[in-house]
């Protein structure tokens, strides 16, 4: 399976008003209407899957994925507990969400899945869930804000999620829970007298919403910083779903967009909007800022050795960039060759790929990561020698992964592969694992194969696939 | 108030952190995940504080929690007891803890209404399903396992993200002052808790065994200076010097302080000029945390 889409996007306000209260205000009464309508379109539009990234679940420890397949408890919010309680239970595709979490890390991200008894799911959440969702019909997976992410973070979020939307198949509906202005009053108030809490955050949200119902999402995506310093009360998290909502639909700018609804929660914006993908026709974009496929940031500090401070640097140089073995080198450049920046740097003075002809030859292809260097499922030993567990699967779609990069740097796809000669470490520990993984992945292609036993490779990995694939046409 | 009532007393004041790895390390079977220790030197000072107060008589514990975040006003817990089960939301891995604390209602309304009456903003919570964050079940754990005073639980008014530091420490001031003549109108020996880190950056990543502590540090010198700048001024009865300096230490540490909690508890004890008795020290994933106690038992000449 591999044609998994996004059918539709909406951005909902996260306030328990329009659950408890919708008749207390006509504003909340005509947000509450508006999420009846977006529940309508969402049935109507056969999604399969519902991805709710909300902010009021905030994480520090990189991004948390709720994988417990039916959470249940009482909710009731920190602020407005006055307006009552609001009980939950939910559907949550738990394979999705441990498949999400793998994609996290195989693209640098710190992630984990969560699924215990009890957990709070937050008021965004249940919000948008008890009111998107009602019968439970569609599963759903829930994903938190780090506070600390920044832009590349979170746009590289929504792409290993859709990695996983595509490689799944599923038809998704991608929902940020949040406020555009966030300012609330800080005194109670009587509901008939809500309104936005000034004219220059009602100014700002209705200049949002204009760009929104043009489809320019990258766009709002773009503005998130200064949106943020200017109608943003300085909250746990910042104005980052945009840049999620923007990744999961390829930061295009020329979806087609709705306000269904705007109003006011206690002087706080909050709006229903769908964006759907089909072209609306608009997608110029004014400017742009740098596109980002592997996240490279601070992640290693628990091992940084002298000034913890320092940034893993996007350029690798030809000194080892950590414990995963030997120096790294740039790829070599020929006539010929095919080099990905998606794919890890070699070990040695060879390209990732080299076109011959109608085929494409390709180095011996690991499991580690671009960027951080890093092994997904964990190394084999440790830099002393010392035996270490690890995840032959992981390692194993890891290598698949990153072989799949190479070819569309080449202009093709997985789909290419011709022949493979695997080598395993350990063949007695990690053939059947490795068997499974292929038999999901490069299995489904069928090309031909080899597995031979070897005592060891360059670095701490258990396997690794040596490729030969057919070359797109050249135009 | 009573005709006869005595006057109500602060025993003592403290800050107390509340990160759930403490009560994680410490294996009490009220919590689910269990470890192989850790964060030692926190958890002893922890021992000292409760030794420092083991003989020492009280009614109730009015604590502030930067984890119940609230920006509508300041809010008070207002019923007798919760019971249930607390999940941390980012270290659910640690935390998971069976609580029952009992609340001092009177204490609570008495202090609430002192506050209103001031012109702050605040809020009795009586909704039966609330759920008590983790920063108070922690501290609350850490300072009295035995659970067997009464509580008053503040709620930490955001108004230093609508406003700035000195707005919030302006209105914790207040608070600060309320809560004390509360206290003392009350006839109740009280110790007060403010339930807060120091410097406040977080590592992002975990390592595999949380309790490894050949991982845990400080995140940078910059916060390790200014924790020790604020633990001085602890130590030395310079009360007036933190405040001072709050707002370049809140911003400058991205201190937890930004919750109110430091500047509530120094207005409570009436900005003592006695040192503070400094317990423990530590890092916790990175970030800063101090256990000081402010023994104002011992310092009542001169004050009210």
Sequence with gaps: MSDGELVGSYIVPVHPHTVLAADQNEGWGRLRDAFEEAAQRIKDSDADLLIIYSTTWPSIIGHQIIADPNPEWVMVDNDFHDLGSIPYSFNIDENFAHAWNQANENRGLKSRTVAYHGFPIDVGSVVALKLLNPDNAIPAVIVSSNVYANRAETTVLAKACMDVVKATGRKAVAVTAMSLSNRMFTKPIDPKDDKIHSLKDDEWNRKILEFLGEGRLEDVGQLSRTIHRQIRVNKVVAFKPMWWLSGMNQNRNNLTGEVLAYEAIHGAGGAVVHLDPAASGAGDKEYDEDDVEYFLGERNVLDAQGDETEMVSETVSAKPSNSNGPALWEPTESKDSVNSAAAPKPVGAYPHARRVGDLLYLSGVGPRQPGTNSIPGGPIHDADGKSLEYDIKAQTHAVVQNITRILEEAGGSIDDVLDVTSFLVDMDRDFKGYNEVWADTLGKVGPTRTTLAIRALPTPIAVEMKVIAKAPALE | ?304
Aim: charge should be negative; charged fraction near 25%.
């Design chain 2, 1 to 304: 108030m009573g005709l006869f009532m005595s006057k109500g007393e602060i025993v003592a004041g403290c800050l107390a952190p509340h990160p759930p790895h403490l009560v994680y390390a410490e294996n009490p079977e009220q919590n689910e995940p269990t470890a192989e220790g850790g964060w030692e030197q926190l958890r002893w000072g922890y021992e000292r504080l409760r030794e420092s107060l083991a003989d020492v008589e009280y009614d109730a514990i009015v604590l502030l929690s930067p984890h119940w975040q609230t920006y509508i006003g300041t809010h008070f817990l207002g019923l007798p007891k919760f019971k249930s089960l607390s999940v941390d939301p980012v270290f659910p891995n640690l935390f998971r803890y069976h609580y029952d604390l009992d609340i001092d209602v009177d204490l609570a309304r008495q202090i609430h209404d002192k506050a209103a009456d001031a012109g702050l903003a605040v809020k009795m919570m009586e909704n039966p399903d609330f759920r008590v964050d983790y920063g108070t079940i922690t501290t609350g754990h850490m300072f009295n396992p035995q659970w067997d005073k009464p509580l008053v639980v503040l709620s930490s008014n955001r108004s230093r993200d609508y406003y700035s530091v000195e707005v919030m420490q302006e209105m914790m001031m207040e608070l600060g002052r309320v809560t004390r003549e509360a206290i003392l109108d009350s006839g109740k020996k009280v110790v007060v808790i403010a339930s807060n880190s120091l410097s406040h950056r977080h590592f992002t990543t975990e390592s595999a065994i949380p309790e490894d502590m050949s991982k845990e540090h400080i995140t940078s010198h910059a916060m390790h200076l200014w924790d020790m700048r604020m633990i001085e001024y602890f130590r030395t009865g310079q009360s007036q010097r933190i405040l001072d300096e709050m707002p370049e230490f809140t911003e400058q540490a991205i201190a937890e302080s930004d919750g109110g909690g430091l500047s509530w508890l120094l207005s409570t004890l009436d900005i003592p000029n006695y040192p503070g008795i400094l317990h423990g020290y530590g890092t916790i994933i990175g970030t800063g945390n101090a256990i000081v106690e402010w023994p104002e038992r011992n310092h009542k000449e001169g004050r009210e």
